[in-house]
């Protein structure tokens, strides 16, 4: 499974998979994670709890898939999630976000 933790020191293959650079994602994510905590809280019924575990792996998903629009299952593959995990991961929870 693709994760955050094998990526870590791996500038270069962050920036291919990515499109922006290891300081710069750490940045998104700090950005981002009072957002992501909130919507995390706010939600009503936890259900089964996700294979990312954290919002790092979560960016990096949304990051790869808005930078080459593999199909879903693509990314299933590679985070070990069915599409329709990768579907609420992406597009729908964009959507609610908004």
């Known amino acids: 499974m ?3 933790v094998k990526l870590r020191n791996k500038a270069k293959t962050i920036l291919r998979l990515t499109g922006v650079k ?3 994602f750490l ?5 981002v994670q009072p957002l992501w905590e909130n919507f995390q809280n706010s939600k009503k019924v936890s ?3 996700s294979k990312l575990k954290t919002l790092e792996d979560e960016a990096l998903m949304l990051l790869i898939y808005y930078r080459f629009y593999v199909t879903f299952h693509f990314l299933g593959l590679w985070f070990d999630l069915d599409k329709s995990n990768i579907y609420r991961h992406t597009v729908a929870t ?3 976000s908004n």
Request: proline residues 0%; aromatic residues 6%.
């Open 94 to 96: 964009s959507r609610d």
């Open 22 to 24: 290891s300081g710069e």
């Open 47 to 49: 259900g089964r709890s």
């Open 27 to 31: 940045e998104i994510v700090k950005q």
């Open 2 to 4: 693709l994760s955050f």
